[in-house]
């Protein structure tokens, strides 16, 4: 084995709590950092145990199964949980599950969360006066449910004694981050390049990374821009009020957003609004009418045959079929 600096080498146990339906990535992501961080030091610095809210077979979105070591009623003391979780964390309960990690809470346990997961833990009253950050594509309908809740677009954030990451190969870059608090660099960068990982993103390294995937484009204006549009689609700005804040010309921003979207500034911020809109059909149980509103649309009859225009389906009729297709992912 390598002669790793390790500092304070003592186990430490994670309890890994798998909702239905979890992403298998963000599972494998935190299960093989740490089986990997004893394989490096030749040391037991970490164990883990997996629970399952109910059945011992919990399903992935996948469809593969993972055998759970225990039920949440059977799950034992940790020093750490972490809720593993897809899209139905907004709506998902479990008495025994969150018995069990308030339990752990007040053993002094931290409390941490992948993909969606805020949402089990911010409806469980347990992110209370915490940062936290999820997977992109559910955050509009979190800060519609928990406007209070400080909700970052970082890759992952550690705030005292809770950790959120976003989801996918997030999770193993906050289990980077998380090993170099416990036992130093040395040990999360042997970690890293076991996985062949090019060390591990910054903390505040997310914003530009997942707005690329999710525009397509590289253009460091645009992806500002797209940040703009993004921390104001309640009350859309204007073209010209984007380009003076990023202190470019309109024709410069133009010309920027054809060449990397092949759209207009103002029609790609109208998608991003229908998109918005999508996101909390799904994720919320808002009126078509708030959520015209918090897509930047005041009327909510133009909201509904623009969105029917765009998706060959209303707003009502998208919700009912969505929730269906949620539901089997």
Not at 53 to 73: N, Q, T
Request: net charge positive; aromatic share 10%; proline share 3%.
């Amino acid at each position: 084995m390598p002669d790793l600096n390790v500092d304070n080498p003592r186990e430490v146990h994670w309890g890994i709590l798998v909702l239905p339906n979890f992403p298998i990535l963000a599972y494998s992501g935190l299960i093989d950092a740490l089986r990997v961080a004893n394989t490096v030091t030749g040391l037991k610095l970490y164990k883990w145990t997996t629970v399952s809210a109910s059945e011992l077979r919990p399903r992935a979105s996948c469809g593969l199964e993972v055998k759970a070591d225990c039920v949440a009623g059977a799950a034992p003391s940790v020093d750490r949980i972490v809720v593993v979780s897809g899209v139905e964390a907004h709506e998902f309960g479990s008495a025994t599950s969150l018995s069990w990690m308030r339990r752990e809470q007040r053993r002094g346990a931290a409390i941490g969360a992948v993909s969606d997961g805020a949402f089990f833990l911010a409806r469980a009253g347990l992110m209370e006066g915490y940062r936290c950050t999820l997977h992109w594509r559910v955050q509009s309908s979190f800060r519609e449910a928990f406007p209070h809740i400080d909700c970052s677009r970082d890759l992952f954030v550690i705030d005292r004694d809770r950790f959120t990451s976003a989801g996918g190969v997030g999770s193993l870059d906050m289990m980077l981050a998380m090993m170099e608090i416990d036992h130093g660099t040395e040990l999360a960068m042997a970690v890293a390049e076991w996985f062949m990982h090019s060390r591990y993103r910054s903390v505040r390294g997310g914003d530009r990374y997942t707005t690329g995937i999710r525009t397509g484009a590289r253009d460091a204006r645009v992806l500002r821009a797209v940040d703009l549009m993004e921390q104001n689609v309640e009350e859309p700005l204007s073209a010209n009020q984007i380009a003076g804040q990023l202190g470019l010309s309109v024709d410069t921003l133009e010309r920027v957003f054809r060449r990397e979207t092949g759209k207009t500034t103002i029609q790609f911020y109208l998608t991003l609004r229908y998109r918005r809109a999508q996101d909390l059909l799904i994720g919320t149980s808002l009126s078509i009418s708030e959520i015209a509103v918090a897509s930047g649309f005041s009327n909510s009859s133009s909201f509904a045959r623009g969105f029917k225009s765009l998706y060959g389906m209303t707003p009502r009729v998208y919700r009912n079929v969505g929730a269906k297709f949620w539901k089997i992912g």
